[in-house]
């Protein structure tokens, strides 16, 4: 913790207080959270900070799409759109946001929609012709107006919401209670490798309830980068002089995955909108050199760069095999909870 953080540790007790006060109030229904008889399952963390919430609901949507009719509901971070939209055709990253941008890209057969009022955007896909049958909240953990049937929180391995602190202190959006409302804790971005008793030790810091699952993840990379016309496998393009390209919260582990010594690794604040000047100053950097970004900086500089040069790698989330709890067991609570509730709607 640097110097500048302790010294606002003031600002964190008093941000501790008014956040434990609203949950409070929400707790003991004198603030309404609004419940919904389709299944509606949030993903979030309490930190600050990329915890891996969208590989988290491609995994959901994989899982879910083949039964249910799904649909996404983000808040559409950095969008040029105001109140509720439902991806149509025509949609654009700057419409929806990067991220639901992606999911809309990727999954043809879901409804993708952003609004910041999570209650307001709800009601708006139920008034749809087509009606979801389950709806995955996207970044909606402190959205208590909408009381989800289910909370699933991330917390990445390298940053546990056990050992932070509140904001501007730490990196925390609420106290380390609000974990109590999670029926699945999920410790995302863990090394393959992560031996079970470093998972027993983490186990023991979370200190979680009887009722409440455990699963640890890691990032699963896919074996090739993708163009608008071409894919290349990784292996190959390990060995190819190239620019890396990264607009994520924790971008290291992406860059480890790709570089070799001769790249060029750019680094650009979480959800960037590239300028003109900056998409200027990359062309100059990658001359003729293949450039490789993530999947959500892919949404924002395709039709920018040549198409022949643009490349992304996407990531998924993977269960590790030696945990108490397998990806298995996680699938069979989702679809518990799903199905029970779609027979009771």
Known sequence: MNLLRKLLFPFAVLYGAVTGIRNFLFDKGI???????LPVIAVGNLSVGGTGKSPQIEYLIRLLSSKYKVATLSRGYKRE??????????ATASLLGDEPYQFFRKFKNIQVAVDSDRNNGINQLLSQAEIPKVI??????QHRKVKAGMYVLLTAYGDLYATDWMLPTGNLRESRGGADRAAVVMVTKCPPDLSSQEQKEI????????????????????DEVYGEASTYSVAAILKTEKVLIAGIAKPEPFFNHLKN???????FPDHHNFSEKEIEEIKKIAQNKIIITTEKDYVRLQGRLAVDQLFYLPI????????????????????????????NS
């Open 31 to 37: 603030l309404q959270s609004y419940s919904f008889k």
């Open 81 to 90: 759109s105001q109140g509720f939209v439902l991806a149509k055709a025509n």
């Open 136 to 141: 995955l909240l996207d970044d909606a953990y």
């Open 203 to 222: 186990e023991k810091k979370l200190k979680l309830g009887d009722n409440q699952q455990l699963y640890f993840t890691a990032i699963g990379y896919d």
């Open 261 to 267: 010594t001769n790249d060029v690794c750019l680094s």
């Open 316 to 343: 998924q989330t993977v269960f590790l095999p030696n945990a108490t709890l397998s990806g298995n067991d996680f699938d069979q609570t989702i679809l518990n909870y799903v199905g029970t509730s779609t027979r």
